[in-house]
């Protein structure tokens, strides 16, 4: 697998580069956030199949890095770095982060962390590419949710959405009517049993129906969870 390492420290990035390649890994070193985002431009070879993002970078904040990768691709990101706040966290996570380390790390748990972000991107590629043609839609109503290219209409106009929210929507949409507990759904969006994501689900519930302007969509369970309510076209 081909890894982008975001890392201004040269004896920080060597030390990792050495871990990494040998685990099979082949890493591409970037030492800024410009010369990261060149490196995921379409024309720069083979796709990589995770980023490892630190957020202290010479030229411009890791934050700031993560939301233009986000707009450009869905390629995994795992902000690494020495920021341990929860609310650093939480931003990381709603700018669409796949998942958060941070320094110290155990090596061993930041390559578990590396697989398993790659064996659901690898998850969700299959899904989309399964029996269905690629540009085959689930109906919801008035949305339209089209998972071989994450794109998500509203009577017909395109709305953007997070990588997260994505997920989050795809989910509920699983099952229509069906309660989808908050552990549940922090498990499988974020891959965490984390406490403090509970609050990222909330913000991400809230920025669903602002953008998709269907304030009962997600009906909120007091107690239990959130559930997906098909408004009539």
């Given at each position: 697998m081909r890894l982008l390492l975001v890392e201004d420290d040269d004896h920080v990035a060597a030390a990792l580069s050495a871990?990494?390649?040998?685990?099979?890994?082949?890493?591409?070193?970037?030492?800024?956030?410009?010369?990261?985002?060149?490196?995921?431009?379409?024309?720069?070879?083979?796709?990589?199949?995770?980023?490892?993002?630190?957020?202290?970078?010479?030229?411009?904040?890791?934050?700031?890095?993560?939301?233009?990768?986000?707009?450009r691709t869905a390629v995994p990101v795992i902000m690494v770095t020495a920021r341990a706040d929860i609310r650093s966290r939480i931003h990381g996570l709603n700018l669409g982060a796949d998942d958060y380390v941070v320094k110290p790390?155990?090596?061993?748990?930041?390559?578990?962390?590396?697989?398993?972000?790659?064996?659901?991107?690898?998850?969700?590629?299959?899904?989309?590419?399964?029996?269905?043609?690629?540009?085959?839609?689930?109906?919801?109503?008035?949305?339209?949710?089209?998972?071989?290219?994450?794109?998500?209409?509203?009577?017909?106009?395109?709305?953007?959405?997070?990588?997260?929210?994505?997920?989050?929507?795809?989910?509920?949409?699983?099952?229509?009517?069906?309660?989808?507990?908050?552990?549940?759904i922090i498990s499988e969006v974020w891959r965490t049993s984390w406490e403090g994501t509970g609050r990222t689900l909330e913000v991400h519930v809230a920025s669903l129906r602002s953008k998709l302007g269907l304030p009962t969509l997600i009906e909120t369970v007091r107690g239990v969870g959130y559930r997906l309510v098909v408004p009539e076209v």
């Amino acid at each position: 697998m081909r890894l982008l390492l975001v890392e201004d420290d040269d004896h920080v990035a060597a030390a990792l580069s050495a871990v990494l390649g040998k685990h099979g890994f082949q890493v591409t070193h970037a030492r800024s956030g410009e010369e990261a985002l060149r490196a995921l431009l379409p024309d720069s070879g083979e796709p990589f199949g995770v980023v490892l993002l630190d957020l202290g970078l010479p030229d411009q904040d890791g934050f700031e890095v993560c939301s233009r990768i986000r707009r450009r691709t869905a390629v995994p990101v795992i902000m690494v770095t020495a920021r341990a706040d929860i609310r650093s966290r939480i931003h990381g996570l709603n700018l669409g982060a796949d998942d958060y380390v941070v320094k110290p790390y155990d090596t061993g748990e930041l390559l578990a962390r590396i697989h398993a972000v790659s064996r659901r991107s690898e998850t969700v590629a299959e899904a989309a590419g399964g029996d269905e043609p690629a540009g085959s839609d689930s109906a919801l109503g008035p949305i339209a949710l089209d998972l071989s290219t994450r794109r998500v209409t509203v009577d017909g106009k395109g709305v953007a959405l997070t990588r997260k929210e994505f997920d989050l929507l795809a989910l509920l949409a699983q099952r229509p009517g069906v309660v989808f507990r908050r552990e549940q759904i922090i498990s499988e969006v974020w891959r965490t049993s984390w406490e403090g994501t509970g609050r990222t689900l909330e913000v991400h519930v809230a920025s669903l129906r602002s953008k998709l302007g269907l304030p009962t969509l997600i009906e909120t369970v007091r107690g239990v969870g959130y559930r997906l309510v098909v408004p009539e076209v």
